[in-house]
Each structure stands twice: as C-alpha cells, then as structure tokens.
C-alpha cells in the first residue's frame, strides 16, 4: 500500500492528451514538492517533472506538473507510442521523515 | 557528465547480506545526497535510504531501520548500500540515485539486481 495514490492505468491514443493524478496528504504532497518520474520497461527511472511543475533540461514541453492542495498531476500532450512507461510521483513525506512514491501508472498509448 | 555506475548482480541465501556500490563516474560526489530506492518484480519505487557523503551523515526509512547500512567513500566517489538478514522479499533492484535539494532524483544508476533465495 503506497502513501500517494494513483491509478493504476491510463491509456489515449496517440496525439491525445492524458493526465494521472497523484493523491497524498498535509504530510507529503500538502507541504512538500512533487517530483515525476517515467520509467520505460527495463530500465530506470528518469526525472521528468520537479518542484512541482518544474521541467529539467531535456525534457519536453509535452510533459507538465501542477499541484493543488493535496494532489499533483502530471499531463502529457501529443502523445506518442515511445511514451508507453509507468509513472511515478514522489515526495517528502514530514510526518514519516522519508521519501515516498506513488504506486506508479502504466500509461498504454493504443 | 557524472554517471552513477553500480555494481553487478547479486544472489545471496537467505539470512546473508549484500553489498552494493555506486561509484559517480566523471565527476565526485561533491555535496549531493545519495539516495537509495528498491523495486521489487513488478512493483513500484520504496526508498530506503540516503547519505549525504561529505558529511558522512545517513538516515533511514524506518522499514529498514536496523537492517540497512548506507555509507560512502569520499576517496573513490562511492557510495554503498549493504543489507543484512536478506530474506527472499528483498529480491528487487537497487538503485542509487542522486537527490538534489528539493527532494527530487535527478540522476539515477542502471540499478543492481539481487536475487535472495535458498
């Protein structure tokens, strides 16, 4: 059972827009950043998004963050098939004194 | 550009301990922090742990409290994860991963397998 929730799966088709919602609580997403990750089959992750709505060099303005309250999501426009990963969002969590993740989301671009 | 090279696949018996390294290839370690995250088959992200290596100062998830040890070489750039009673639900990656101020990962190794089993 992960402290933030996500869905398990989303899936669009390519082109389309898709956004996957991360749910915490005032002890992680409430008073900390979220960061995004994107992990493609077999390999490691990669960040994507940071400081809530922060994009490093590299990546894409396809991918955006946004943070509201208690919950952050990730949005990815004009999709595409190399875009087929599992996504993770993670934060401080204050009150464990840890970094926690979400359960991840295995984004399917049909 | 710095690399994070880990070590390679581990199988261990259950009730052993293995040690992973993470050596920042092109560059030191200089005043990041280290972190390390596990992922077991077909399961997400669990961070463990992290070291900040000019300080030599480590903290732990309490899951692993007791039974982790994170520590680094300031001379080699290295960091290492030893975890000891391994029992077959540790079998998972491990990944050191460099973690900026803000809490986020920015850089992360390929990851070392351990495979826990009799």
């Known amino acids: 059972q992960s402290v933030l929730t996500q869905p398990p799966s989303v899936s669009a088709a390519p082109g389309q827009k898709v956004t996957i919602s991360c749910s915490g609580s005032?002890?992680?997403?409430?008073?900390?950043?979220v960061s995004w990750y994107q992990q493609l089959p077999g390999t490691a992750p990669k960040l994507l998004i940071y400081?809530?709505?922060k994009r490093p060099s590299g990546i894409p303005d396809r991918f955006s963050g946004s943070k509201s309250g208690t919950s952050a999501t990730l949005g990815i426009t004009g999709l595409q098939t190399g875009d087929e990963a599992d996504y993770y969002c993670?934060?401080?969590?204050?009150?464990?004194?840890?970094?926690?993740f979400g359960g991840g989301t295995k984004l399917t671009v049909l | 550009q710095v690399q994070l090279v880990q070590s390679g696949a581990e199988v261990k018996k259950p009730g052993s301990s293995v040690k992973v390294s993470c050596k920042a290839s092109?560059?030191?370690?200089?005043?990041?922090?280290i972190s390390w995250v596990r992922q077991a088959p077909g399961q997400g992200l669990e961070w463990m742990g992290r070291?900040?290596?000019?300080?030599?100062?480590?903290n732990y998830a309490q899951k692993f409290q007791g039974r982790v040890t994170i520590t680094a070489d300031k001379s080699t750039s290295t960091a290492y994860m030893e975890l000891s009673s391994l029992r077959s639900e540790d079998t998972a990656v491990y990944y050191c991963?460099?973690?900026?101020?803000?809490?986020?990962?920015?850089?992360w190794g390929r990851g070392t397998l351990v495979t826990v089993s009799s």
């Open positions: 400081d809530n709505n």
């Open positions: 070291i900040i290596p000019i300080l030599g100062i480590a």
């Open positions: 092109g560059g030191t370690f200089s005043s990041y922090t």
């Open positions: 005032s002890s992680n997403i409430g008073n900390n950043y």
């Open positions: 993670g934060t401080w969590d204050s009150s464990l004194s840890a970094e926690v």
């Open positions: 991963a460099r973690e900026e101020s803000g809490g986020y990962f920015d850089l």
